[in-house]
């Protein structure tokens, strides 16, 4: 969770990934620094806040990294920021992951005379670095000897006073650009779109050298590796206008719904042939793909097929209940979730991944892949990449009962629907918010898949706005929860066919105890503050979610909170 870049080549290092940074805050922003090489040693500059609060002059040198951190190991403060020095200065060391072992070496260091400023673990790696280069070892070398010492997850790149740049992974994303006589480093491919689309995705193990040059070697020995070409337009990862990410991103979803729905027929057919072979399909994942996961267990059920669903990081510890004639479909944006990739480590099934970024971890592990193409997500909180997965997951429920052309006409005609929806009830969803944002304590319910409508809609408004926001299905609340409420306490309810009735009847017992009821389904109840509606739809799912997307943003910016960058939150979450 933590952004990384890296820079060699014959610019300014220092602006260079200070825009990198600036495209990674999304994976965390709670301090930053960069360091850049030369004249005469490695000069570093760093602080609490974005890289925008630390403000780094632009320093000469054509060779650099900086760091945006989501703190794991050590408060959030100037010292523990990124990058950290060795003894000499010559080393400065970015990295994203934990080492579990750090507090041993660190003893060992000390005991050997190295002077630690911060409370983090990844001060030991320059430290590290620094004893491998006095024995004049290669500079790969160096860095193997250090990737093998240490334990745990982490991608690192390190600048010497040389201008040269090493790095090495484990169970953390790293990227390599590749353009004319420059490199760049990233824990994903959006710092360096605007300089090349050409890119080479590490592979746990590898240890890369930069130097005018690039260098990879897997145990000692050097690899081949050639770049590919990434299919990301850099335009995509721009505002193009809009004041925050999530902004743009939500009102992208008219298109990235239909080209979800484009998914190449081979591929749709091989992951119909992994689902028909198996003997249980488990779907996971975390958040709000954990949602999505549960929304497609539920329409793979409608196809007959045995579907068990599960969070990642409960499955976990039910891996041995999975054996090898199963098949689980992980759900994922970044596809470097840690909860999701450490449970798939354990399972014995093949994986159908259902993924957004191309050539993550996720994607390269699973034995067959379904992209969702949404392209860049930025905002923290997961939108596009939402409806784009319940979008493929219904389009594998079509094809498996033989429909694929039709569900994908009728996805397109849903996607068609999504502009009206949001214009329609564009005065509705800025009152809604304006009444939400006074609020501390809101509930959302639904029944069957207003369920996840529920859980998804109470996610996206209580990491936005802080709200406390609470989703659980109807029919729970008389089991316990209704003696929350209390005059004008707001509870959305997600009104679906299924169900409908006893929908009604749950919300209407909350109203009775004075809630203030909201609702969201096809037909308007009059009895409702307020009621968002939606059309008809087969796919209806994408239609529900997409307004309260923009009541959590609305909310949020009304609140006077940054939506692109929820507190204490990271798009990516690679650490357990
Ligand atoms: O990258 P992933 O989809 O695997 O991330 C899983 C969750 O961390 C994520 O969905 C999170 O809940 C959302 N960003 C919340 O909006």
């Known amino acids: 969770m933590c952004g990384i870049v890296g820079y060699n080549g014959d610019r300014k290092a220092s602006e260079i990934v200070y825009r990198g940074l600036k495209k990674l805050e999304y994976r965390g922003y709670d301090s930053a620094g960069i360091a850049t090489a030369g004249n005469p040693t490695v000069k570093v500059e760093k602080g609490e806040g974005t890289i925008d609060d630390v403000s780094p002059e632009k320093k000469d040198g054509t060779s650099g990294v ?28 970015v990295h994203n992951g934990i080492i579990n072992n750090y507090e041993e070496l660190k003893e060992k260091l000390e005991n050997r005379g190295h002077e630690f400023k911060s409370e983090t673990d990844t001060e030991v790696i320059p430290h590290l670095l620094e004893e491998q ?42 990227a390599l ?35 005018g040059d690039y260098q990879i070697f897997q145990n000692g020995e050097e690899v081949d590796r050639e770049p590919r070409k990434v299919d990301w337009d850099a335009e995509e990862a721009c505002k193009e206008g809009h004041e925050h990410f999530m902004e743009k991103e939500i009102k992208e979803q008219p298109q990235t719904v239909k080209k979800a729905a484009f998914q190449d027929e081979t591929d749709m057919k091989e992951a119909v ?36 669903t599960e969070q990642s990081h409960e499955l976990e510890y039910r891996t041995d209940e999975i054996n090898e004639d199963d098949l689980v479909i992980a759900v994922s944006q970044s596809g470097e979730t840690a909860d999701l990739l450490s449970t798939l480590d354990d399972s014995p099934a093949p994986t159908l991944a259902v993924v957004n970024v191309v050539g993550s971890t996720l994607a ?141 009847s749950n919300t209407l017992e909350a109203k009775s105890r004075g809630a203030d009821i909201i609702g969201v389904g096809s037909e308007p109840v009059d009895k409702f503050r307020f009621f968002i509606e939606i059309p008809k739809d087969p796919n209806s799912e994408i239609l529900e979610i997409v307004p309260f997307q923009m009541i959590a943003y609305l909310t949020s910016v009304k609140k006077g909170n940054d939506p692109d960058k929820p507190r204490n939150l990271a798009k990516s979450v690679t650490v357990k």
């Open 66 to 93: 900086g760091h945006t951190r989501w703190a794991t190991h050590g408060g959030v403060n100037d010292t523990n920021a990124h990058p950290h020095r060795d003894c000499t200065g010559d080393i400065a060391v």
């Open 133 to 174: 280069l006095e024995d004049e070892k290669p500079l790969h070398e160096a860095a193997q000897n250090v990737a093998d010492t240490i334990e745990g997850s982490y991608a690192v790149v390190a600048v010497l006073d040389t201008g040269e740049l090493v790095a090495f992974k484990n169970e953390s994303p790293l």
């Open 364 to 504: 390269r592990q699973s034995e067959h892949t379904l992209f969702v193409n949404a392209g860049p997500e930025i905002g923290v909180a997961s939108t596009k990449a939402f409806t784009a997965q319940i979008a493929v997951l219904k389009l594998v429920q079509y094809a498996l009962q033989d429909e694929l052309e039709e569900g994908r006409r009728s996805i397109l005609e849903t996607a068609e629907k999504l502009d009206e929806v949001l214009r329609k009830n564009e005065g509705l969803m800025d009152d809604i918010s304006s009444y939400l944002q006074e609020k501390n304590h809101v509930f959302t319910i639904g029944r069957d898949k207003g369920h996840e409508m529920a859980q998804e809609a109470a996610l996206k408004l209580k990491e936005l706005s802080y709200i406390h926001v609470e989703g659980f299905p109807g029919g729970e609340f008389k089991h316990g929860n209704l003696a929350l409420i209390e005059e004008g306490v707001p509870v959305i309810s997600f009104l679906k066919d299924t169900g409908y009735e006893d929908a009604i």
């Open 273 to 308: 042939k992994m689902v028909e072979d198996a003997e249980t399909v488990y779907l996971t994942g975390c958040g709000t793909a954990s949602f999505a996961a549960s929304l497609g267990a539920k329409y793979l059920r409608e196809a007959d097929v045995e579907v068990v």
């Open 177 to 211: 650009g590749v353009a004319d006589e420059e490199f760049f480093l990233a824990s994903d491919v959006t710092p360096f779109l605007e300089h090349t689309d050409e890119a080479i995705f590490l592979e746990d193990g590898e240890v890369i050298t930069l130097n």
